[in-house]
């Protein structure tokens, strides 16, 4: 990749094509395709900077970036001329002083979020604590877009499993939920993040509760088959497994297994997962061991269709179905795995006594 100036305004940068130029007159995002092309923002004095500055907004908005250093590079540009816009006090009004501010604590918000993306924590944190206070400033402590920024500044500047991160996010969830209520996106957000927490420092139980909350409003808010939604059920599963309560963790697997056949197809590796995951409760925690190997099978086949026979994850689902008919002592079954999967003969002495009859199930 080419190295760039991302100097402050007067420096010009090109990577992968995607030219950035920057200059006391002009910023201009020339993109590839033309998408965003020519869409411009005058640094200049006067109305016509009035008039451009949304230019630049969209610019930012419409800007097909994929690269995520690309991106953050494009959005440092463009926090820099909307920090240079305010710079020349020309907005006489403070209606227009304020929207120019949250303009750029928007910008401040994209670009940590970016930074965040790309792993950048401490970056991250630096623009999403200016964001943070600058809405705090502007809207209030409660509003929607300072408790959403904050939770982003949260994640970034605490580990999964600090006790202060469940402190932060609890807090950050009774305030969420008092001003806003308890189906906005944020606070549905929030108690997302506080279930995974807990999860993770072994509060299982709580966790488990807070997911249920959480649940409650996706369905109402996003519905049943929105990505988060789904997401929420199959953290509901893992949690209930690790209580070892399997039938509650078999109806929250059954239940995002549905919505992603209804939503992607049954074959797709959301699907497929799901229908993995509801095959090893058959087999190690309910000890239905015939639906275990029907399930294995099924889930087989969709995995050798879609990813092929070298792909990782079917090559675990043969190994647990070769290891669950081998178990049960069923030479046929295994016999038949072994066939397609070879290499499976050499994993286990237990699967050469199946089959050659030394091995009976005790």
């Given at each position: 990749?080419?190295?760039s100036?991302?100097?402050g305004?007067g420096g010009?940068?090109?990577v992968n094509g995607y030219?950035?130029l920057d200059?006391?007159?002009?910023n201009?995002?020339?993109?590839q395709?033309g998408?965003?092309?020519n869409?411009?923002s005058?640094i200049a004095?006067?109305?016509?900077l009035?008039?451009?500055?949304?230019k630049?907004?969209?610019?930012?908005?419409?800007?097909?970036?994929k690269?995520?250093?690309i991106c953050?590079?494009a959005?440092?540009?463009i926090?820099?001329?909307?920090?240079e816009?305010?710079?020349y006090?020309?907005?006489?009004e403070e209606k227009?002083r304020?929207?120019?501010r949250?303009?750029?604590?928007?910008?401040?918000?994209?670009?940590?979020r970016?930074?965040?993306?790309?792993?950048n924590h401490e970056?991250a944190?630096?623009y999403l604590?200016?964001?943070?206070?600058g809405?705090?400033?502007?809207?209030?402590?409660?509003?929607e877009?300072?408790?959403?920024?904050t939770?982003?500044?949260i994640?970034?500047t605490?580990?999964?499993?600090?006790?202060?991160?469940?402190e932060k996010?609890?807090?950050?969830?009774?305030?969420?939920e008092?001003?806003l209520?308890?189906e906005?996106?944020v606070t549905?957000?929030?108690l997302?993040q506080?279930g995974?927490?807990?999860?993770?420092?072994?509060?299982?139980k709580?966790?488990g509760k807070?997911?249920?909350?959480?649940?409650?409003g996706q369905?109402?808010v996003?519905?049943?088959?929105h990505?988060?939604?789904?997401?929420?059920l199959?953290?509901l599963g893992n949690v209930?497994?690790g209580?070892k309560?399997?039938?509650?963790?078999?109806?929250?697997?059954k239940r995002?297994?549905?919505?992603?056949?209804?939503?992607?197809g049954k074959l797709?590796?959301?699907a497929l997962?799901?229908f993995m995951?509801?095959?090893i409760?058959?087999?190690?925690g309910?000890?239905?061991w015939e639906k275990a190997?029907?399930?294995?099978?099924?889930?087989l086949?969709?995995?050798e269709e879609?990813?092929?026979?070298d792909?990782q994850?079917?090559?675990?689902?043969?190994?647990?179905?070769?290891?669950l008919?081998a178990?049960?002592a069923?030479?046929k079954p295994l016999?038949?795995?072994?066939?397609?999967?070879p290499?499976?003969?050499h994993?286990?002495p237990l699967?050469?006594?199946?089959?050659?009859?030394t091995y009976?199930?005790?």
């Amino acid at each position: 990749m080419p190295k760039s100036n991302d100097g402050g305004i007067g420096g010009a940068m090109n990577v992968n094509g995607y030219t950035i130029l920057d200059d006391k007159n002009a910023n201009i995002l020339g993109l590839q395709g033309g998408q965003a092309a020519n869409l411009a923002s005058r640094i200049a004095p006067g109305k016509r900077l009035k008039s451009n500055v949304p230019k630049l907004k969209a610019a930012a908005k419409e800007c097909p970036f994929k690269d995520k250093e690309i991106c953050m590079v494009a959005r440092r540009r463009i926090l820099r001329v909307l920090e240079e816009v305010l710079s020349y006090n020309l907005f006489t009004e403070e209606k227009e002083r304020t929207a120019r501010r949250l303009e750029m604590y928007d910008a401040c918000f994209e670009l940590g979020r970016a930074c965040n993306q790309a792993r950048n924590h401490e970056e991250a944190a630096k623009y999403l604590k200016k964001a943070r206070n600058g809405y705090e400033e502007e809207l209030g402590r409660d509003s929607e877009k300072t408790l959403e920024v904050t939770l982003g500044y949260i994640l970034c500047t605490t580990w999964n499993i600090d006790k202060d991160r469940v402190e932060k996010l609890t807090d950050l969830v009774k305030r969420a939920e008092t001003s806003l209520g308890p189906e906005k996106v944020v606070t549905l957000g929030s108690l997302s993040q506080l279930g995974t927490c807990l999860h993770g420092n072994g509060n299982f139980k709580e966790a488990g509760k807070v997911w249920e909350r959480c649940l409650a409003g996706q369905e109402a808010v996003l519905g049943k088959h929105h990505k988060d939604t789904l997401k929420t059920l199959n953290d509901l599963g893992n949690v209930n497994l690790g209580m070892k309560k399997h039938d509650e963790a078999l109806d929250y697997f059954k239940r995002a297994k549905k919505g992603w056949e209804s939503v992607l197809g049954k074959l797709s590796q959301k699907a497929l997962g799901l229908f993995m995951d509801i095959a090893i409760v058959y087999h190690t925690g309910t000890k239905e061991w015939e639906k275990a190997e029907v399930a294995y099978l099924e889930c087989l086949n969709g995995y050798e269709e879609t990813l092929g026979k070298d792909h990782q994850d079917t090559k675990n689902c043969a190994k647990n179905f070769a290891n669950l008919v081998a178990y049960a002592a069923k030479k046929k079954p295994l016999q038949a795995i072994v066939e397609r999967y070879p290499w499976l003969i050499h994993d286990q002495p237990l699967f050469h006594n199946v089959m050659n009859g030394t091995y009976t199930y005790p």
